[in-house]
């Protein structure tokens, strides 16, 4: 019964439009008091869930990322990407991507990266003759890769869900090929698009202007190599990486490409400080509604059903993978993770599946999720950069849904694709 008032007042808030850290709190606080439990246990457990060393990480990623996106990072990564592959059929398509892959390593945010490249990359394959529908259609499902090639903030937090058992540092190691691997379906899918369209190529603008285009985009570039580096080598921790992340973010933007103004860095500021409150609350009530889902055995309770439809760890391994799709359209990523990795996690450790696998197969679950009506974010962001209907752009987008689908049922069932790099670089 308890776990019926804790799923019922879920659902019957979210109907109602109530915001997702509200429903997780008002739910947790409802089924406590039905429970005969003192209240005040929710506000423990919630003050539990943030009271982490590692969560500090998450504030100065989030921060660094804004500091990116306004200090013009954005522009010359797309300079480079336009370089390497416009000048194949639908080059802009394929140029998004790409840039999604470099800006994902450097700001670790989907809705950043949907927001900086969308700026400027929508509204320039509109004037070259692209459809609206197909331009938001690439932003939005690569604006993804960035949650899954580190730097990622949301792998800390599938960390810390946990217990504190997987690595941070392998976490960022193993979304190196699965990253790649996403960008490379998304890249396939809009080139097929492209030719089905007859979209157009941009000519090539020689290896000198290549060239300079790297040099350009390379300071931006470092991020990544800097933060993993330092991490690998010891020289500092994942969690002191993040402020390592937000000097150098600086230092590029305000004294390298001097493109960060005085107002950028201000409203960089009020949206990290505004994002990093809403994180961390959902962090904290998501805490006190996982709480009760270990408290009424609800993991274990799982495992039994799932055995019971079948004893081949590959189907469990697809109903969870349909499950945690499903669970995506309709809540956001920081409280699924939260929420789901207690529950799901000992049962894929269970068919065999390693936790860092697991870890990212998640993330690509759950980025398909923000790409995604009802609440994807992501989704949201892009048609508001393209001035389009979330039921246009959903016209063009089934063809890029299934090129992720294709990278997530490899990283499901094919192990290395996560581990070689970890297996040899982790710690």
């Known amino acids: 019964m308890e776990l019926w008032v804790l799923f019922g007042s879920f659902l019957v808030l979210m109907l109602i439009g109530v ?40 504030p100065f990623f989030i921060y660094a990322g804004e500091i990116m996106q306004y200090g013009g990072i954005s522009d010359r990564l797309v300079r480079l990407a336009s370089g390497m592959v416009g000048h194949i059929r639908g080059g802009l398509g394929l140029v998004n991507v790409v840039a999604s892959m470099f800006f994902g390593g450097i700001s670790g945010s989907a809705v950043a990266d949907a927001s900086a490249l969308g700026t400027t990359l929508i509204p320039m394959m509109k004037r070259k003759g692209f459809g609206t529908d197909y331009a938001v259609s690439v932003t939005v499902t690569a604006a993804t890769i960035g949650l899954i090639i580190p730097p990622s903030h949301n792998m800390i937090i599938y960390s810390i869900a946990a217990g504190g058992t997987v690595s941070v540092t392998n976490m960022f190691l193993g979304g190196f090929v699965p990253g790649v691997l996403v960008g490379l379906c998304l890249m396939a899918a809009a080139y097929l698009i492209a030719v089905k369209r007859n979209y157009p190529r941009e000519p090539f603008p020689g290896f000198a202007a290549l060239l300079a285009s790297f040099f350009g985009a390379l300071p931006g570039l470092l991020t990544a190599v800097i933060i993993i580096g330092g991490v690998l080598s010891g020289i500092f921790t994942a969690t002191e990486s993040s402020a390592i992340a937000v000097i150098y973010a600086v230092a590029v933007t305000a004294l390298g490409y001097k493109s960060l103004k005085w107002e950028d860095f201000k409203r960089a500021t009020v949206n990290a400080t505004r994002t990093t409150a809403l994180v961390l609350l959902i962090i904290g009530t998501a805490a006190s509604f996982g709480w009760l889902l270990a408290l009424n055995q609800v993991p274990a309770k799982l495992y039994e059903i799932l055995r019971a439809v079948s004893d081949n760890p590959y189907v469990i391994m697809f109903i969870v993978n349909a499950i945690l799709l499903f669970l995506g359209t309709f809540m956001d990523m920081a409280p699924l993770i939260i929420i789901c990795t207690p529950i799901f996690l000992p049962v894929m450790k269970a068919v065999g599946m390693d936790p860092v696998q697991f870890g990212i197969v998640l993330m690509i679950n759950l980025g398909i999720g923000l790409c995604t009506p009802p609440v994807g974010s992501v989704l949201f962001v ?29 990283a499901t069932y094919i192990p290395w694709i996560t581990l070689i790099v970890p297996k040899y670089l982790g710690k």
């Not at 393209?386 to 490899?410: D, H, Q, S, T």
Request: net charge positive.
């Open 19 to 58: 915001p997702i850290a509200v429903v997780l709190g008002v739910s947790s606080l409802i089924t406590i008091v039905y429970m005969d439990i003192p209240p005040m246990v929710v506000f423990q457990r919630m003050a539990s869930g943030m009271n982490s060393f590692s969560l500090i990480a998450i």
């Open 382 to 410: 892009g048609c508001a950069v393209g001035k389009i209907k979330i039921e246009e752009a959903m016209r063009a987008i089934w063809p890029f849904y299934a090129a992720m689908v294709v990278a997530l049922m490899a």
